[in-house]
């Protein structure tokens, strides 16, 4: 009996025990790590739908290397001295109905009156002026008549030394370019609109920079966006400096800028490109005064350059009157020389303004202004 309930109490312990265990939560196996970019769809039932894509980032595309703007080459003009010389065929081209003219006329066997006012008259049809061509005619015919017979080559002999005469070889000619110790020279450039202006000033930039200077061009034509464009392209293709400001700007605040950056930047000499002022109107005028004034508040003007129109006659005449009063022209450049048989001009403009002609254009081309040199021009006229 005994023996019996020991085991009925060992199998109800073996129950409870086996209970226990059956209530113990089991440990979990560990579960495989998930492939990257992919997750199970079911997480309960033991299988895995499908996996999904991680979702990609986007990059910006790799950026292009821009390339760098085309390099700009440096030209290299020629120096200016005998610039006229190597132009004088252009210009004899031109001015050859002039001279053979002349010429013909005073080789003639006999020359009488009418042929004398005919002289006279071809003088005055070249812009040198009714005063001028007398004077001319008078001191041809008293040498004709002293000297009698005459070859060819006298006769040219006698009109080249009366035109050099007139012309003024002995007239200080000089560009005044070179600094001023730790200062720039400075010019001015004035001239009604149409004259060839701001060409004038990249060329005379080109004349300098081929003579081995540095420049520096002041646009202070605010009134033309088109002029300080035109400025900046002569002054890239020498490497020339430009000072600019917006159209409309203070012309006298830039020129002044101009002049204090060439300071600064040591330059030999800076060039200031002035609006191109209708004669008629003081107001105009008077603001290119301000605009000299304010320039030698930094330093002085050394040049004044009147550009004149060769083919402008007496009109031209009149501006450069005007001109002279309110900026002291120190000399004169004449334009379009090439395309005219007006070269007497020259002679007229130094009478009437009492300055000379320093600079000539002879062409369109970068290099075609060239000093002035009496004698070249009167050969140039004249031709061989």
């Not at 769809?41 to 499908?50: K, V």
């Not at 110790?181 to 004035?190: C, D, F, I, Q, R």
Request: glycine residues 10%; aromatic residues 2%; charged residues 25%.
């Amino acid at each position: 009996m005994e023996y019996l309930i020991v085991i009925a109490v060992l199998a109800a312990v073996a129950l409870v025990l086996g209970g226990v265990m059956l209530l113990r939560p089991g440990r979990r196996r560990p579960r495989p790590p998930v492939p990257t970019g992919e997750r199970p769809a079911d997480l309960r039932g033991g299988a895995t739908a499908a996996v999904a894509e991680a979702p990609t980032i986007e990059r910006p595309p790799p950026t292009e290397a821009v390339p760098p703007p085309p390099s700009v080459e440096i030209e290299q003009p020629p120096p200016g001295a005998g610039r006229l010389v190597r132009l004088r065929a252009r210009l004899a081209r031109s001015q050859n109905t002039f001279g053979k003219t002349l010429l013909g006329l005073l080789s003639r066997d006999t020359l009488d009156d009418d042929a004398w006012e005919e002289i006279e008259d071809t003088l005055i049809s070249a812009d040198i002026g009714t005063a001028v061509a007398q004077q001319i005619t008078e001191a041809l015919r008293t040498r004709v008549q002293v000297l009698g017979t005459r070859g060819a080559a006298e006769v040219r002999a006698l009109l080249k030394e009366e035109l050099v005469k007139q012309i003024g070889a002995d007239l200080d000619r000089t560009l005044r370019t070179e600094p001023h110790g730790n200062k720039p020279a400075v010019l001015m450039v004035v001239g009604v609109n149409g004259t060839g202006k701001t060409t004038t000033c990249g060329k005379l930039a080109r004349v300098l920079v081929g003579d081995g200077r540095t420049v520096l061009l002041g646009a202070a034509d605010t009134f033309r966006a088109a002029a300080a464009d035109q400025l900046e392209t002569w002054g890239t293709r020498v490497g020339a400096q430009v000072v600019r400001k917006d159209e409309g700007a203070d012309p006298a605040s830039v020129a002044f800028d101009a002049v204090k950056q060439g300071i600064d930047t040591k330059v030999d000499a800076v060039i200031v490109d002035t609006a191109g002022r209708l004669h008629t109107k003081t107001g105009l005028m008077d603001e290119l005064g301000k605009v000299k004034r304010v320039v030698e508040k930094q330093a002085a003007v050394d040049e004044v350059l009147l550009v004149l129109d060769a083919t402008t006659g007496q009109n031209g005449m009149q501006q450069a009157r005007v001109f002279a009063e309110v900026v002291n022209v120190t000399g004169v450049v004449l334009t379009k020389l090439d395309g005219t048989a007006k070269g007497g001009i020259v002679v007229q403009v130094q009478r009437e303004l009492g300055v000379p002609v320093k600079l000539v254009g002879l062409g369109e081309g970068p290099d075609d202004l060239a000093p002035f040199e009496p004698e070249a021009f009167v050969d140039a006229i004249l031709g061989d």
